[in-house]
């Protein structure tokens, strides 16, 4: 008799010890996208398989705190033409840029440690970033005119995103590098 209500009470036990699928399933998946050259650049993947789209809209509609966060996270002005004081002359900059615009799902903070990002329908923090187009073999334009070797290089700034945690549903704010600008940088 005592064994059957043990044997009963071992089966109990291990029924309502069972961890929950619904989101610790997330943190074993691997998150990394299986083509990168073609769906992630500067660490930012967009097309992701699996990510947790449910999940992260039942989460930040619970936590109302964060929906200022969510728009147009950082944004390069456009079409910038660079002007004298007076309003007479106007500018080209040495090196060619690319406007890049992303809505990220995974990217590696800071530490390098990759972040489930919240993106999803109403919910959205969108990426716009300029990058070096490298048109000019990697040169900036009017170098001839020095007498030192240039390069166009990249700029890179940190910004914060709302990521999600898997371990415990949690929101959090993490800091993030990403691309912002080129530059003409000479050498000796």
């Given at each position: ?5 043990l ?18 399933r997330?943190?074993n ?6 083509n ?24 930040v509609?619970?936590?109302k705190?964060?929906?200022s ?18 309003g ?21 903070d ?11 329908d ?19 334009y009017?170098?001839g ?5 240039t ?11 709302v990521?999600?945690?898997i ?7 993490r ?14």
């Open positions: 008799m005592h064994l059957k209500f044997l009963l009470l071992t089966c109990f036990f291990g029924l309502t010890c069972v961890k929950s699928q619904s989101f610790t997330y943190r998946r691997n998150f990394h996208n299986p990168p050259q073609k769906n992630c650049s500067y660490n930012i993947c967009e097309h992701i398989p699996n990510y947790p789209e449910n999940v992260i809209k039942e989460t509609k619970g936590n705190a964060f929906h966060y969510f728009g147009d996270v950082v944004g390069p002005a456009k079409d910038v033409t660079l002007s004298d004081r007076s007479g002359a106007s500018y080209e900059p040495f090196c060619k840029t690319t406007v890049v615009t992303k809505i990220p799902r995974i990217m590696k800071v530490d390098n440690i990759e972040r489930v990002i919240v993106n999803v109403g919910y959205r923090q969108v990426i716009k970033f300029q990058t070096c187009s490298f048109s000019n073999g990697g040169k900036c009017g170098a005119l020095l007498t030192r070797s390069s166009c290089v990249q700029k890179f700034n940190i910004i914060k995103l990521t999600i945690n371990d415990n549903n949690d929101l959090e704010y800091k993030f590098q990403i691309p912002t600008a080129c530059v003409c940088a000479y050498s000796d």
